[in-house]
């Protein structure tokens, strides 16, 4: 991804409205571009400022609101990863006991 495609997904991003594999591929380019990174920064501070003032809170953290959301769209996305394992691992068993079924049922013909 270069720098113009991630520019234009920060916002996207920020409002968790980008599939798994754009945010994969958008935090594969924050990780490696302090530019693109200063910018979801900035993006972020404005973001995180505006939702105190809804709340009214003044816990001002945006660096740490930034590192969270970081952190949790790589756990959403490790857990996506494992879901996709498991659900290939159910796969693969449900198709080996379809053939152990289709085994037993030959064996059942042939004895007869
Ligand atoms: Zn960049």
Known sequence: MDCRK???MITPYIQHEISDEEMEEFLDHIRTCPSCRRELELNSYIVEGL????S????FDVRGAMQREIRASYQHLRAVRARRILHYSINTLLFLSTVAAFLLELRILYWR
């Open 6 to 8: 991630a520019e234009t």
């Open 51 to 54: 939702r105190m003032l809804e």
């Open 56 to 59: 009214g809170s003044d816990n």
